[in-house]
């Protein structure tokens, strides 16, 4: 039995939630964001929230029920909110900035990483070391960040790379004599 899925998503005041046959679409201050319902969840739209409930008693339906409900209140933090991750660089002459629609990348191959920023995502970079990844949509900020982050994953020697901020690096001890 799912315990997430039994409370309703609360719909705060500016946001509207709408649901045309097997899509819910949400628009708020941010933007819209649209969800395509999943059969085994029933949906409903009342009084200031949106309730999911399982469609029937089975084992898939009750599995689906919580993450539904999730995705939901995804939405509505996305059109409110937003979403941000933070990446952190490490490394000598390891930098990173923002030129146009693209983040630069320097990660120590013999050429830069120039990294295209995708429609809807936000890429900021307070100081070289550090990248800022936002928008509304949570898997496309989290999509983003795993694909920047791919080019040069954290080694566990030095610790050189791209890391996520708190993000813990289990560090091995080198060759010994």
């Known amino acids: 039995m799912s315990r997430i899925g039994k409370r309703p998503v609360p719909v705060p005041t500016g946001v509207t939630a709408n649901i045309d046959g097997r899509v819910l679409s949400v628009k708020g201050p941010k933007g819209t964001l649209t969800l395509d319902l ?3 969840v029933t949906y409903a739209v009342e009084e200031g929230a949106i309730s999911v409930q399982p469609a029937n008693d089975t ?3 009750r599995a689906f029920w919580g993450m539904q409900r999730t995705l939901v ?3 509505i933090v996305g059109v409110t909110e937003g979403f941000t991750r933070q990446l952190l660089i490490t490394g000598v002459g390891y930098r990173a900035n ?3 629609k693209n983040l630069k990348l320097q990660l120590g191959y013999s050429h830069d990483v120039d990294f295209a920023i995708p429609e809807g995502i936000t890429i900021a970079t307070p100081d070289q070391t550090t990248v800022n990844i936002s928008g509304i949509d949570k898997q496309q900020v989290g999509q983003v960040a795993a694909e920047i982050r791919r080019w040069r994953k954290p080694e566990p020697y030095k610790g050189k790379g791209i890391k996520y901020a708190g993000e813990f690096i289990f560090r091995k001890e080198g060759k010994k004599k």
């Open 59 to 61: 084992r898939r339906a």
């Open 38 to 40: 999943a059969d085994e």
């Open 73 to 75: 209140q995804n939405l």
């Open 98 to 100: 923002v030129q146009g």
